[in-house]
Nanobody
Framework: QVQLVESGGGLVQAGGSLRLSCAAS????????MGWYRQVPGNQRELVAA???????NYADSVKGRFTISRDNAKNTVYLQMNSLKPEDTAVYYC??????????????WGQGTQVTVSS
């Protein structure tokens, strides 16, 4: 009922930048939190950055000062600007959105994931 479509991953050299986008669509009444997580094989998925509709943000310590999350509430879209990328940022990045469907049931949706690879 809610689809998240991600784009913007790829291969970049250390020190470079990438911008991820995630657009939500479907029977959405409202979206509360939108955020980005990442996962490497063998590890748990971890929070990278999250944002509320009011613009409050939360970042993992490892990305503070390098990554910036932003969102366009009118378009149900969240972005992740990633600067000064490091090889340890290599992971599959997943978009997440939580909110209410039309009919006021809660939803917790995930995107399909986009690969980010940072070469040294």
């Amino acid at each position: 009922q809610v689809q998240l479509v991600e784009s913007g991953g790829g291969l970049v050299q250390a020190g470079g930048s990438l911008r991820l986008s995630c657009a939500a669509s479907g029977s959405i009444f409202s979206i509360n939190a939108m955020g980005w997580y990442r996962q490497v094989p063998g590890n748990q998925r971890e929070l990278v950055a999250a944002s509320t509709p009011a613009g409050n943000t939360n970042y993992a310590d490892s990305v503070k000062g390098r990554f910036t999350i932003s969102r366009d509430n009118a378009k149900n879209t969240v972005y992740l600007q990633m600067n000064s990328l490091k090889p340890e940022d290599t992971a599959v990045y997943y978009c997440n959105a939580r909110g209410l469907l039309r009919g006021f049931r809660q939803f917790d949706a995930w995107g399909q994931g986009t690969q980010v690879t940072v070469s040294s």
